[in-house]
């Protein structure tokens, strides 16, 4: 395809453009600025600029094409949605500079070298586009010159932002990215009206009545020159300004000198870089730190493991960020050597059972004693025994002991049952053996006086006959003896006493008596 | 660009360069040695903006003021009674003198190579004076750890005077057996176990003797109650029944000792006896004639 001079100069620009477009956006990502994000976007609306005034060349030079509405209507249709869609863009942009919270750029120096890269470039190129413009005499061409040298500002606006923030002004960069923001929104501006100027009247669009917008914005803007200066001052006195959180203490420095101590939440001002500094101090969280479980001395020269955890808060922001360097450290080891002084005062029972609640009181006492001797500013909440147990070797043996004093209540508990079984046992035997002994009693005088009743009853009876009655009284006991027993009777004339009498009674009795036949 | 605005630039770089070689700030953590051409001439305590001449005549040093612990090597010790120990101490330092720490020290590495020697030897010297009873017991009369480390801190001070040190406190981070120690501490701690556990099994055997003696104890006392009362009950019985027999047969002795004999004879004659009955008895009167 034949190419005259203004196309040739566009095409080559718009290939250069390409690549300063690549150039920024890879800048941008390595860094994280936003300034360069945004100046990449502005290239990206001015490659399309370039593109319409390209188009429009070509088009005027073949009449016959420029006869046919269709193209350019569609050509201006797409010009007025790209126009939206840059408009987007630079919206999004705003909405991530106004999201706040420190943006961290990285990378500073290489990434300014690279902007500057970017400025010489579009320099070059706008000079050469408004050179071949005014050379063919297409006002179309100078005016797209005029937007190359637009996208050159924004990118010295990108390097002057990144270079604030090296300094320490690390609002620069989201501040050159607002105004980057509002140069994309006149490049939308301005490829919206011309587009559509195009669709209303017909034919293509001309961007060349554009470009005197741009002359006379210059011309409008040329007095900033005088504002830049100040604005640039208000800037950087405006960097003074600075919040402190909630759960935060400021303390104010002017060259390294405090001068206020205890600035409370809330936005305040403070002199800007490089005279006035702010330290931030956490003061309303409670931190967490623990030791390494170690074996430790107890009093009575025994080792156990042994490890604790403190709980603490910065009470004196001054003392903790100004007196002691490694706070961490000498926290942890201020825990350490408290909890070995007190478990080498006491004896392993006492640690490992009853008093574990006094030893942990006396660990945060001292911990707190050599805290304060530091000037640390450190105040403990409380202290954690998490673990204290007798070393792996010699576990066994404590859990023998523990089984030995189970096997010492199990003793005693039997012996409680037997006591509990046996002293009852024999209360129930003494009231068996009272309850017999009063009713042997009983029996006893019972009988008694029976017999006694007997007795009388009979006396009186036998007072009113003694004689016959003593008489019958004999017989009948007489008879009823002797109707049982053996008897000899005797005649009185036998002498008895000259009389041997053999007796033989028992089972022997028959054979002796045969014998004696 | 103009002449004027050529040199609107340099002076304004030129300034922002002897701003930078003369002027410096000392912030709240730090102190500031000034020295000319390498060698120390004032020290800047207090924190602020201050002046030099500018580099490269004067230029400064800056240290940090602030309180530092650092944990030297772990190091083993003889105690007074001839006990082995490992030991591990922090030091907690500061810089005092700016001046005396860069001539003698240098830098931190430098002065904590000193400390760590320093303390070290002082810990070595310290616990060869002292039993280690006097450092771990229970007995708070014997303890004598504070005055020992209140000693070392003393004495370590002494020497790192002259490098412009403050030693704020020495602690003992470690103070534990060595290695090969700890298996006979073991040892021993498992011989006083066992040696608890059988107390524990012989005082349950104990406890529960005297319980149940104490039960048995009180099963002879109750019975023996019981059996006195008994007693004392029956012989009520018994005296009672003596009384009121005698008071019913003291009518007529006659007629009991008659009665009780009828009995008596009833009872201790049986069939074995044999009754010899002359014909001249009273019983008999009638048997041999019926005329008397």
Same mark, same amino acid.
């Given at each position: 395809?034949?190419?005259?001079?203004?196309?040739?100069?566009?095409?080559?620009?718009?290939?250069?453009?390409?690549?300063?477009?690549?150039?920024?956006?890879?800048?941008?990502?390595?860094?994280?600025?936003?300034?360069?994000?945004?100046?990449?976007?502005?290239?990206?609306?001015?490659?399309?600029?370039?593109?319409?005034?390209?188009?429009?060349?070509?088009?005027?030079?073949?009449?016959?094409?420029?006869?046919?509405?269709?193209?350019?209507?569609?050509?201006?249709?797409?010009?007025?949605?790209?126009?939206?869609?840059?408009?987007?863009?630079?919206?999004?942009?705003?909405?991530?500079?106004?999201?706040?919270?420190?943006?961290?750029?990285?990378?500073?120096?290489?990434?300014?070298?690279?902007?500057?890269?970017?400025?010489?470039?579009?320099?070059?190129?706008?000079?050469?586009?408004?050179?071949?413009?005014?050379?063919?005499?297409?006002?179309?061409?100078?005016?797209?010159?005029?937007?190359?040298?637009?996208?050159?500002?924004?990118?010295? %606006?990108?390097?002057?932002?990144?270079?604030?923030?090296?300094?320490?002004?690390?609002?620069?960069?989201?501040?050159?990215?607002?105004?980057?923001?509002?140069?994309?929104?006149?490049?939308?501006?301005?490829?919206?009206?011309?587009?559509?100027?195009?669709?209303?009247?017909?034919?293509?669009?001309?961007?060349?009545?554009?470009?005197?917008?741009?002359?006379?914005?210059?011309?409008?803007?040329?007095? %900033?020159?005088?504002?830049?200066?100040?604005?640039?001052?208000? $800037?950087?006195?405006?960097?003074?300004?600075?919040?402190?959180?909630?759960?935060?203490?400021?303390?104010?420095?002017?060259?390294?000198?405090?001068?206020?101590?205890?600035?409370?939440?809330?936005?305040?001002?403070?002199?800007?870089?490089?005279?006035?500094?702010?330290?931030?101090?956490?003061?309303?969280? $409670?931190?967490?730190?623990?030791?390494?479980?170690?074996?430790?001395?107890?009093?009575?020269?025994?080792?156990?493991?042994?490890?604790?955890?403190?709980?603490?808060?910065?009470?004196?922001?001054?003392?903790?960020?100004?007196?002691?360097?490694?706070?961490?450290?000498?926290?942890?080891?201020?825990?350490?050597?408290?909890?070995?002084?007190?478990?080498?005062?006491?004896?392993?029972?006492?640690?490992?059972?009853?008093?574990?609640?006094?030893?942990?009181?006396?660990?945060?006492?001292?911990?707190?004693?050599?805290?304060?001797?530091?000037?640390?500013? %450190?105040?403990?909440?409380?202290?954690?025994?998490?673990?204290?147990?007798?070393?792996?070797?010699?576990?066994?043996?404590?859990?023998?002991?523990?089984?030995?004093?189970?096997?010492?209540?199990?003793?005693?508990?039997?012996?409680?049952?037997?006591?509990?079984?046996?002293?009852?046992?024999?209360?129930?035997?003494?009231?068996?053996?009272?309850?017999?002994?009063?009713?042997?009693?009983?029996?006893?005088?019972?009988?008694?006086?029976?017999?006694?009743?007997?007795?009388?009853?009979?006396?009186?009876?036998?007072?009113?006959?003694?004689?016959?009655?003593?008489?019958?009284?004999?017989?009948?006991?007489?008879?009823?003896?002797?109707?049982?027993?053996?008897?000899?009777?005797?005649?009185?004339?036998?002498?008895?006493?000259?009389?041997?009498?053999?007796?033989?009674?028992?089972?022997?009795?028959?054979?002796?008596?045969?014998?004696?036949? | 660009?103009?002449?004027?605005?050529?040199?609107?630039?340099?002076?304004?770089?030129?300034?922002?360069?002897?701003?930078?070689?003369?002027?410096?700030?000392?912030?709240?953590?730090?102190?500031?040695?000034?020295?000319?051409?390498?060698?120390?001439?004032?020290?800047?305590?207090?924190?602020?903006?201050?002046?030099?001449?500018?580099?490269?005549?004067?230029?400064?040093?800056?240290?940090?003021?602030?309180?530092?612990?650092?944990?030297?090597?772990?190091?083993?010790?003889?105690?007074?009674?001839?006990?082995?120990?490992?030991?591990?101490?922090?030091?907690?330092?500061?810089?005092?003198?700016?001046?005396?720490?860069?001539?003698?020290?240098?830098?931190?590495?430098?002065?904590?190579?000193?400390?760590?020697?320093?303390?070290?030897?002082?810990?070595?010297?310290?616990?060869?004076?002292?039993?280690?009873?006097?450092?771990?017991?229970?007995?708070?009369?014997?303890?004598?750890?504070?005055?020992?480390?209140?000693?070392?801190?003393?004495?370590?001070?002494?020497?790192?005077?002259?490098?412009?040190?403050?030693?704020?406190?020495?602690?003992?981070?470690?103070?534990?057996?060595?290695?090969?120690?700890?298996?006979?501490?073991?040892?021993?701690?498992?011989?006083?176990?066992?040696?608890?556990?059988?107390?524990?099994?012989?005082?349950?055997?104990?406890?529960?003797?005297?319980?149940?003696?104490?039960?048995?104890?009180?099963?002879?006392?109750?019975?023996?109650?019981?059996?006195?009362?008994?007693?004392?009950?029956?012989?009520?019985?018994?005296?009672?029944?003596?009384?009121?027999?005698?008071?019913?047969?003291?009518?007529?002795?006659?007629?009991?000792?008659?009665?009780?004999?009828?009995?008596?004879?009833?009872?201790?004659?049986?069939?074995?006896?044999?009754?010899?009955?002359?014909?001249?008895?009273?019983?008999?009167?009638?048997?041999?004639?019926?005329?008397?």
């Amino acid at each position: 395809m034949f190419m005259n001079r203004k196309e040739k100069a566009l095409v080559i620009t718009i290939c250069a453009n390409f690549f300063l477009i690549a150039l920024k956006f890879i800048l941008a990502g390595m860094s994280g600025s936003l300034a360069l994000k945004a100046g990449a976007w502005h290239s990206f609306s001015d490659i399309f600029i370039s593109g319409m005034v390209l188009v429009g060349l070509v088009l005027s030079r073949r009449e016959d094409l420029s006869q046919s509405k269709g193209i350019s209507r569609i050509e201006n249709i797409v010009s007025i949605l790209v126009s939206f869609f840059i408009l987007y863009i630079g919206y999004e942009i705003f909405q991530e500079v106004i999201k706040g919270g420190e943006r961290i750029v990285s990378q500073v120096p290489i990434v300014i070298a690279g902007a500057v890269l970017t400025i010489i470039i579009s320099y070059f190129m706008a000079r050469y586009k408004i050179f071949v413009g005014k050379e063919t005499n297409s006002p179309s061409l100078v005016a797209d010159g005029y937007h190359s040298m637009v996208d050159m500002y924004s990118s010295i %606006i990108v390097v002057v932002g990144l270079t604030g923030y090296l300094v320490g002004l690390k609002n620069m960069d989201k501040l050159a990215a607002v105004i980057i923001v509002i140069l994309i929104g006149l490049a939308a501006v301005e490829i919206f009206t011309s587009s559509f100027q195009a669709l209303r009247k017909g034919g293509v669009s001309d961007t060349t009545h554009t470009s005197l917008h741009i002359k006379a914005l210059e011309t409008y803007l040329r007095p %900033i020159k005088f504002f830049i200066l100040p604005i640039l001052i208000v $800037i950087y006195f405006a960097s003074g300004i600075y919040v402190v959180k909630w759960d935060q203490v400021g303390i104010e420095k002017r060259f390294g000198r405090p001068i206020e101590t205890q600035v409370a939440s809330g936005i305040h001002y403070r002199l800007p870089w490089p005279m006035g500094q702010v330290d931030l101090v956490n003061t309303a969280n $409670i931190n967490a730190v623990e030791t390494e479980p170690a074996l430790m001395l107890t009093g009575d020269e025994n080792l156990i493991e042994v490890n604790t955890s403190a709980h603490y808060f910065i009470e004196n922001a001054i003392n903790y960020r100004y007196r002691v360097k490694n706070s961490d450290e000498l926290i942890r080891y201020a825990i350490e050597s408290a909890t070995r002084q007190i478990v080498g005062q006491v004896d392993i029972d006492s640690l490992l059972t009853t008093e574990k609640e006094g030893i942990i009181a006396q660990i945060k006492r001292l911990t707190q004693e050599i805290l304060d001797r530091t000037l640390s500013g %450190i105040r403990l909440s409380s202290i954690q025994l998490l673990q204290a147990v007798p070393p792996q070797d010699v576990i066994n043996t404590f859990r023998e002991v523990a089984s030995a004093w189970e096997d010492r209540a199990t003793y005693l508990n039997e012996a409680i049952a037997y006591q509990n079984e046996i002293v009852p046992a024999s209360r129930g035997k003494a009231a068996e053996i009272i309850a017999e002994a009063i009713g042997y009693k009983n029996q006893k005088v019972n009988h008694a006086t029976g017999e006694a009743q007997n007795f009388l009853d009979r006396l009186k009876e036998y007072k009113k006959a003694t004689d016959v009655t003593q008489t019958r009284m004999y017989l009948e006991t007489i008879e009823k003896i002797l109707a049982k027993t053996d008897k000899l009777i005797v005649d009185s004339r036998i002498d008895i006493g000259s009389t041997d009498l053999w007796f033989v009674r028992g089972q022997n009795a028959e054979k002796i008596l045969e014998g004696v036949k | 660009m103009s002449i004027r605005k050529i040199l609107l630039i340099a002076v304004i770089a030129v300034g922002f360069g002897a701003v930078n070689l003369i002027f410096f700030q000392v912030d709240l953590t730090e102190y500031v040695v000034v020295t000319q051409f390498g060698k120390p001439v004032r020290a800047v305590t207090d924190p602020g903006l201050n002046w030099k001449l500018p580099d490269p005549i004067q230029s400064i040093q800056r240290f940090d003021n602030r309180l530092t612990v650092f944990l030297p090597n772990k190091a083993e010790f003889l105690t007074k009674d001839k006990k082995n120990i490992v030991v591990e101490s922090y030091p907690a330092w500061k810089i005092t003198n700016p001046i005396e720490f860069l001539k003698t020290v240098k830098d931190v590495s430098g002065a904590q190579a000193r400390l760590s020697d320093i303390v070290s030897s002082e810990l070595g010297v310290a616990f060869g004076k002292y039993d280690l009873t006097s450092l771990v017991t229970t007995n708070k009369k014997n303890m004598k750890l504070k005055e020992m480390m209140d000693g070392i801190t003393r004495n370590s001070n002494e020497k790192v005077k002259d490098y412009g040190i403050l030693i704020v406190d020495v602690r003992l981070k470690v103070l534990s057996f060595p290695e090969k120690n700890k298996l006979s501490v073991f040892q021993r701690m498992r011989a006083e176990r066992e040696k608890i556990a059988r107390k524990y099994r012989s005082e349950g055997s104990e406890e529960a003797s005297k319980i149940r003696a104490e039960a048995d104890k009180e099963k002879t006392i109750i019975l023996s109650k019981a059996y006195e009362k008994a007693q004392m009950l029956k012989g009520e019985g018994d005296a009672g029944a003596i009384r009121i027999y005698a008071d019913a047969f003291q009518k007529d002795p006659e007629f009991y000792k008659f009665l009780r004999s009828l009995q008596a004879y009833e009872k201790f004659i049986d069939k074995n006896t044999t009754a010899i009955l002359p014909t001249d008895s009273e019983l008999l009167k009638y048997f041999a004639s019926p005329k008397k």
